[in-house]
């Protein structure tokens, strides 16, 4: 069965940098466009950034762009979430997800497989 497993998050002080990876199994992972959400604390899950099937292509949320990249490894089967300069608002569990459509998507309902999230607390 697909898996997608997050990990990196942790507790970074205003300011700092943490890398998500999202590594993932049971899918033909470079036919997959991959995303990533947040959820914070009694909000709804929204759109960070996703990058295409041949990560040439990335597109971001306005609050983290310039701050935050995707990137991909076909070879490796991983997402990575490099994040900068963060601040307290980027507190939230991360989720990386995976959809088979190639088109730019920033609703969750287009992705049909999610990771279990990855817990990334900033404090100021």
């Known amino acids: 069965q697909v898996q997608l497993v997050e990990s990196g998050g942790g507790l970074v002080q205003a300011g700092g940098s943490l890398r998500l990876s999202c590594a993932a199994s049971?899918?033909?992972?470079?036919?997959?466009?991959m995303g990533w959400f947040r959820q914070g604390p009694g909000k709804e899950r929204t759109f960070v950034g996703t990058?295409?099937?041949?990560?040439?292509?990335?597109y971001y949320t306005d609050s983290v762009r310039g701050r935050f990249t995707i990137s991909r490894d076909n070879a490796k089967n991983t997402v990575y979430l490099q994040m900068n300069s963060l601040k307290p608002e980027d507190t939230a569990v991360y989720y990386c997800?995976?959809?088979?459509?190639?088109?730019?998507?920033?609703?969750?309902?287009?992705?049909?497989?999610w990771g279990q999230g990855t817990q990334v607390t900033v404090s100021s």
């Open positions: 049971g899918l033909t992972f470079s036919t997959y466009r």
């Open positions: 997800a995976a959809t088979d459509n190639g088109l730019r998507a920033t609703e969750p309902q287009r992705y049909s497989y």
């Open positions: 990058i295409s099937r041949s990560g040439i292509s990335t």
